[in-house]
């Protein structure tokens, strides 16, 4: 019953940040100057801006198809209630459904490149915490701190060029494919550059976290007991840390679907990077709608698997 609960909770969550999201958007662009008829013409190119032979008459109706075509204009409201069924309207650009054209491929290879990122930066985070904490003034632990500095300070997208002269390119070894044809192998590479930076911040809060519990008593009293090292250290010491940890994971989902979209346009993936770039050069304004409140859902349903994720991991918060 109490998972029940939970799970109705986290949808509701989910639902809500849709409807506030969708419903402060529409609100913000209906402030904006000029009119979302027109904005919606010039996106689906029926009406090209500054035309001085376009005549006032033919300009008004092409604006009346245009509101009867995407139900223009509507109160946010009802574009919010909308949402919340998972109706964010029809594409400005070529008149599709957005929920279609989000749950394609591309948008779903985002996702998936994201969440593998999330894993594997979470996964080497902590390896590479347990690994280092273990001599904190010892080498590894100065040769992670300074490779963690770098990979916070470097840009992205400078980032990844690196990453594809040293790798792909041969320079000094050819040793990974890329590009859209390369298959899941030239996944790989994309995904290792994504997981840099959230790794780094991984390791920086879990070594924290690690060189306190590893004074507790209980670590003494394992130890005591003959428990090895590497159990000490990977297993016991990485779990208890693991609860300090996990919280970060919604906003590392954040940062990763941003940066999924840029690392699409130097890796030259498809993806919803080229698809939000297409839409904001025309000014597709349900699209990018739809994408902000589908990502925050996803986001908002991230944060309460943490949350249950935590309670199995730790009794206390069952308990609590």
Same mark, same amino acid.
């Given at each position: 019953?109490?998972?029940?609960?939970?799970?109705?909770?986290?949808?509701?969550?989910?639902?809500?940040?849709?409807?506030?999201? #969708?419903?402060?958007?529409?609100?913000?662009?209906?402030?904006?100057?000029?009119?979302?008829?027109?904005?919606?013409?010039?996106?689906?190119?029926?009406?090209?801006?500054?035309?001085?032979?376009?005549?006032?008459?033919?300009?008004?109706?092409?604006?009346?198809? #245009?509101?009867?075509?995407?139900?223009?204009?509507?109160?946010? *409201?009802?574009?919010?209630?909308?949402?919340?069924?998972?109706?964010?309207?029809?594409?400005?650009?070529?008149? #599709?459904?957005?929920?279609?054209?989000?749950?394609?491929?591309?948008?779903?290879?985002?996702?998936?490149?994201?969440?593998?990122?999330?894993?594997?930066?979470?996964?080497?985070?902590?390896?590479?915490?347990?690994?280092?904490?273990?001599?904190?003034?010892?080498?590894?632990?100065?040769?992670?701190?300074?490779? #963690?500095?770098?990979?916070?300070?470097?840009?992205?997208?400078?980032?990844?060029?690196?990453?594809?002269?040293?790798?792909?390119?041969?320079?000094?070894?050819?040793?990974?494919?890329?590009?859209?044809?390369?298959?899941?192998?030239?996944?790989?590479?994309?995904?290792?550059?994504?997981?840099?930076?959230? *790794?780094?911040?991984?390791?920086?809060?879990?070594?924290?976290?690690?060189?306190?519990?590893?004074?507790?008593?209980?670590?003494?009293?394992?130890?005591?007991?003959?428990?090895?090292?590497?159990?000490?250290?990977?297993?016991?010491?990485?779990?208890?840390?693991?609860?300090?940890?996990?919280?970060?994971?919604?906003?590392?989902?954040?940062?990763?679907?941003?940066?999924?979209?840029?690392?699409?346009?130097?890796?030259?993936?498809?993806?919803?990077?080229?698809?939000?770039?297409?839409?904001?050069?025309?000014?597709?304004?349900?699209?990018?709608?739809?994408?902000?409140?589908?990502?925050?859902?996803?986001?908002?349903?991230?944060?309460? *698997?943490?949350?249950?994720?935590?309670?199995?991991?730790?009794?206390?918060?069952?308990?609590?």
């Amino acid at each position: 019953m109490s998972l029940l609960l939970a799970l109705g909770r986290a949808a509701g969550r989910a639902w809500l940040a849709i409807f506030v999201v #969708t419903w402060l958007s529409w609100s913000l662009l209906e402030c904006a100057p000029g009119k979302s008829s027109e904005r919606a013409a010039v996106a689906s190119r029926s009406l090209i801006p500054g035309d001085i032979r376009m005549s006032a008459a033919l300009k008004e109706r092409i604006l009346v198809r #245009t509101r009867a075509e995407f139900d223009l204009p509507a109160r946010p *409201a009802a574009r919010a209630l909308d949402a919340m069924r998972l109706d964010f309207g029809l594409s400005w650009r070529d008149a #599709t459904p957005v929920s279609s054209e989000l749950a394609s491929g591309p948008g779903l290879s985002t996702v998936a490149r994201s969440l593998a990122a999330l894993v594997l930066a979470l996964l080497g985070g902590m390896w590479a915490a347990a690994y280092s904490s273990q001599h904190v003034r010892g080498r590894r632990h100065k040769a992670l701190s300074l490779l #963690t500095s770098l990979c916070l300070s470097v840009p992205l997208p400078w980032l990844a060029m690196l990453a594809i002269d040293a790798l792909v390119y041969g320079k000094p070894l050819a040793l990974m494919p890329s590009g859209p044809d390369s298959g899941v192998l030239g996944m790989l590479l994309p995904v290792l550059v994504m997981a840099l930076v959230p *790794a780094a911040v991984v390791w920086g809060h879990a070594s924290k976290a690690m060189q306190v519990i590893a004074q507790q008593p209980w670590v003494v009293a394992s130890r005591a007991k003959g428990t090895s090292e590497w159990r000490v250290w990977h297993i016991l010491i990485a779990r208890s840390a693991a609860s300090q940890v996990l919280p970060l994971a919604p906003v590392l989902l954040a940062y990763l679907l941003s940066a999924s979209l840029i690392i699409e346009r130097v890796f030259a993936l498809e993806g919803a990077g080229a698809m939000l770039a297409r839409a904001a050069e025309v000014g597709d304004v349900p699209l990018l709608i739809g994408f902000a409140g589908l990502s925050v859902a996803g986001i908002s349903l991230a944060s309460s *698997a943490v949350e249950l994720f935590l309670r199995a991991l730790d009794p206390r918060r069952r308990e609590s």
